[in-house]
Nanobody, 126 residues
Framework: QVHLVESGGGSVQTGGSLRLSCAAS????????LGWFRRAPGKEREGVAF????????HYVGSVKDRFTISRNNAKNTLYLQMNSLKPEDTAMYYC???????????????????WGQGTQVTVSS
């Protein structure tokens, strides 16, 4: 059974940094696309960053480009999201997700990811 557990969330001030981690189990490490999503209060869940199975291709959505970095360690079956220059609008619950149907080339829709963690809260104050 696929299991994803996020950690690393917290409260920071504008301009601060956080590093999220997602420990995965229950499937072959390095075989699937992984992604980070977030849901802000009153908003729909949205994609943030995606990485392919080998970690050779990444994709960032919207305003996080040049501030967030997604990476993975397949030996540890762990996904990361380094978040720098945080802004109040980054405040949200952050989720990691796995798409076991895609590996080398990822798709980025919420519905494409079949496995989700419980989320970790990130709060950025001004």
């Amino acid at each position: 059974q696929v299991h994803l557990v996020e950690s690393g969330g917290g409260s920071v001030q504008t301009g601060g940094s956080l590093r999220l981690s997602c420990a995965a189990s229950g499937y072959t490490a390095g075989s699937s696309c992984l992604g980070w999503f977030r849901r802000a209060p009153g908003k729909e869940r949205e994609g943030v960053a995606f990485i392919n199975s080998g970690g050779t291709s990444t994709h960032y959505v919207g305003s996080v480009k040049d501030r967030f970095t997604i990476s993975r360690n397949n030996a540890k079956n762990t996904l990361y999201l380094q978040m720098n220059s945080l802004k109040p609008e980054d405040t949200a619950m952050y989720y990691c997700a796995a798409d076991l149907r895609h590996g080398a080339d990822c798709v980025t829709g919420v519905a494409d990811f079949g496995y989700w963690g419980q989320g970790t809260q990130v709060t950025v104050s001004s």
